[in-house]
């Protein structure tokens, strides 16, 4: 059965921590492993990953994709309150399979 | 648990029919769910908001009455994509949460449809 599963469920760090979020996955016919951040409304996109190995990075954020090992994690460095969010990990493959997401929340 | 079932996953229809697509939350009564739009290496575009026993909250530029939603149950909300053109071609996912008192559940996604229209 295909699967993904985030962890920690719900983190709580102070200003100008840096956290380590991690996604792993079971799903056959992999394509492409996807990180969104929800706040309010629609996930934003924030990487996807199809190649191990290679780090994606954008300002404090970073990602990185192991298929041997079946797992990504999602980096964000010198945390502020805006990061405050639930981060989604979606596997695709014919369709989207998404984790239940880690609540991360900021405090300053 | 938390398990939202989206059907179908695929679907092909003609031009000018109109396709019908169910999301249900299976073991949880969803006070609210989403239905979303994917468009290719993008963000989820998020089209409506429906609660149960209330009219849908369309975002800017949905037409609603294009894309008809009903969320007549706790468990149940389609999305009717009314005289389906080729442009309406895409990949549509729902999600669901509940709400008790002030704690929002986290949101579960069911796996989408890809709906192609020839």
């Known amino acids: 059965e295909d699967k993904v599963v985030q962890s920690p469920l719900s983190l709580v760090v102070h200003e100008g921590d840096t956290v380590t979020l991690n996604c792993s996955y079971e799903?056959?016919?992999?394509?492409?492993l996807l990180w969104y951040k929800q706040e309010k409304k629609a996930p934003t996109f924030l990487f996807m990953l199809t190649s191990s190995g290679i780090e994606k990075k954008s300002g404090r954020l970073s990602s990185i994709l192991d298929k041997k090992e079946l797992f990504s994690i999602l980096n964000i460095t010198a945390t502020q309150t805006g990061d405050s969010a639930i981060y989604l990990c979606?596997?695709?493959?014919?369709?989207?399979?998404f984790g239940t997401g880690t609540s991360l929340t900021v405090i300053p | 648990g938390a398990v939202v079932s989206q059907h179908p996953s695929w679907v092909i229809c003609k031009s000018g029919t109109s396709v019908k697509i169910e999301c249900r939350s299976l073991?949880?009564?969803?006070?609210?769910m989403f239905w979303y739009r994917q468009f290719p290496k993008q963000s989820l575009m998020l089209m409506a908001t429906?609660?149960?026993?209330?009219?849908?909250?369309?975002e800017q530029g949905v037409e609603k009455d294009k894309f008809l939603i009903n969320h007549a149950s706790l468990t149940l909300s389609t999305l009717t994509v009314t005289s389906a053109h080729p442009e309406d071609s895409s990949f549509y996912i729902c999600s669901a949460m509940w709400t008790l008192s002030s704690y929002n559940s986290p949101l579960h996604f069911g796996n989408g449809t890809r709906l192609t229209v020839t």
């Open positions: 073991d949880f009564q969803a006070t609210t």
């Open positions: 429906s609660n149960e026993g209330s009219k849908a909250t369309y």
């Open positions: 799903v056959t016919n992999f394509r492409s």
């Open positions: 979606a596997v695709e493959k014919n369709q989207f399979y």
